[in-house]
Antibody
Framework: QVQLVQSGAEVKRPGASVKVSCKAS????????IQWVRQAPGQGLEWMGWINPKSGATNYAQKFRGRVTMTRDTSVSTAYMELTRLTSDDTAVFYC??????????????WGQGTLVTVSS | EIVLTQSPGTLSLSPGERATLSCRASQTVTSAYLVWYQQKPGQAPRLLMYGTSSRATGIPDRFSGSGSGTDFTLTISRLEPEDFAVYYC?????????FGQGTKLEIK
């Protein structure tokens, strides 16, 4: 069965960086894009960007450019999202989700369980 | 950037009633690229609808989606207790693939 399993919760100091992993199983990792989504406590969903696991190409939301890096390691079917220069505003749950285009329709059917990143001094 | 505006922010209804949720885009969104999610507390979003009107696997037929251009609607024909949650729309047109701010469906 398809699964996206994310790394565990993190506590970071302001100014630090965090790297969240998203391990895929149950499907061919390189056949589906991965998007990353942030959700601050009690708030809505915020799109951060995507990575194409086959090519490594990325597309980041303007808000995060310069601070976010999305990578992948195809040998272990894992995508990574690193966010630098953390502030308290970055305290949030981060989700990975696969998405794909089928006959011109795009959908995102499987999501990771989420990783809580807390930024606090 | 396409801005998605959902209304109402909160919808208070009783089980058995009909729910109508709106998602309005700041510019035209191709119908193939509009999706809806349901999110319950402490859980990841769950795909409900894709391509505006196609139900995802396992989604009951009381859920339906419609719309085109800039106006899209999610309808729940008869609310069940498990339907009370937050609902988000998202588009996959041009990046950024923004989300609406969500509609909270609460029990009246």
């Amino acid at each position: 069965q398809v699964q996206l399993v994310q790394s565990g919760a993190e506590v970071k100091r302001p100014g630090a960086s965090v790297k969240v992993s998203c391990k895929a199983s149950g499907y061919t990792f390189t056949d589906y894009y991965i998007q990353w989504v942030r959700q601050a406590p009690g708030q809505g969903l915020e799109w951060m960007g995507w990575i194409n696991p086959k090519s490594g190409a990325t597309n980041y939301a303007q808000k995060f450019r310069g601070r976010v890096t999305m990578t992948r390691d195809t040998s272990v079917s894992t995508a990574y999202m690193e966010l630098t220069r953390l502030t308290s505003d970055d305290t949030a749950v981060f989700y990975c989700a696969r998405f794909f285009d089928i006959r011109g329709v795009v959908l995102s059917d499987y999501w990771g369980q989420g990783t809580l990143v807390t930024v606090s001094s | 950037e396409i801005v998605l505006t959902q209304s109402p922010g909160t919808l208070s209804l009783s089980p058995g009633e009909r729910a109508t949720l709106s998602c309005r885009a700041s510019q035209t969104v191709t119908s193939a690229y509009l999706v809806w999610y349901q999110q319950k507390p402490g859980q990841a979003p769950r795909l409900l609808m894709y391509g505006t009107s196609s139900r995802a696997t396992g989604i009951p037929d009381r859920f339906s989606g419609s719309g085109s251009g800039t106006d899209f609607t999610l309808t729940i024909s008869r609310l069940e207790p498990e339907d009370f949650a937050v609902y988000y729309c998202q588009h996959y047109g041009t990046t950024p693939y923004t989300f609406g701010q969500g509609t909270k469906l609460e029990i009246k």
